[in-house]
């Protein structure tokens, strides 16, 4: 079976542009998470998608957003960015049960110059 | 607030001794906890979960031990090898009936000295 992909791997973009990322989870999983990743937080929850709704929301600015789609691949997109934003984003696919095991994708990492 | 922190930020062992990670978590309503490990250059990957239920967990050279009453996690990795050596993470899901939400802990890095 198939992991979690995501693309594109390496992204570099200037401030105040946007950039959409995408992740397809593993066959069967219903529920995408997101993550963030710097040396200086380490991973923080974006949010969760399950069947096309979001579920839960971590603490970010609205300028991360994301949506899920009917065969349940997910992308997220971030506007107007920072340089704070440089980080590994990483998403994560589960059956969408609750208490269960997430996997994750190999991340797309992000430079904001 | 909601945090898991881990004691260490690093681990230096010999090759073939064993390594113990420690966690602490602070949500005493979280009832499942995951450890992961990252190389670099990787996403997180699985290693052993446990739910509150239990105390201890058993895989592959890796035990997994949980104490409710101080709220601490501990993964124990026996005869620890150079392919051992990356970031250890602890997470907790706070709201295991119907969310993905994890929390994570700071991570600790395990280096092992041939």
């Known amino acids: 079976k198939a992991g979690v992909t995501q693309t594109p791997r390496y992204l570099i973009k200037t401030r105040g542009q946007q950039v959409t990322l995408s992740c397809s989870p593993i066959s069967g999983h219903r529920s995408v998470s997101w993550y963030q990743q710097t040396p200086g937080q380490g991973l923080q929850f974006l949010f969760e998608?399950?069947?096309?709704?979001?579920?839960n929301k971590g603490n970010f600015p609205g300028r991360f957003s994301g949506r899920q789609f009917s065969n349940s691949r997910s992308e997220m997109n971030v506007s107007t960015l920072e340089l704070g934003d440089s980080a590994l984003y990483l998403c994560a696919s589960s059956m969408g049960h609750g208490g269960e095991t997430q996997y994750f994708g190999p991340g797309t990492r992000l430079l904001v110059l | 607030g909601e945090s898991v922190g881990l004691h260490l930020p690093t681990l230096s062992v010999q090759e073939g001794d064993n390594s113990i990670i420690n966690c602490a978590y602070s949500?005493?309503?979280?009832?499942?906890f995951i450890w992961y490990k990252q190389e670099s250059g990787k996403g997180p990957q699985f290693i052993i979960d446990i739910r509150s239920n239990m105390d201890k967990r058993q895989g592959q050279r890796v035990t997994d031990l949980l104490n409710k009453t101080v709220k601490h996690l501990s993964l124990q990795i026996a005869a620890t090898q150079p392919g051992d050596s990356a970031v250890y993470f602890c997470a907790e899901n706070p709201h295991s009936g119907n969310t993905g939400k994890l929390i994570f802990g700071q991570g600790t890095t395990l280096q092992v000295k041939p």
């Open positions: 998608y399950f069947s096309e709704t979001q579920r």
């Open positions: 949500n005493s309503a979280s009832d499942y």
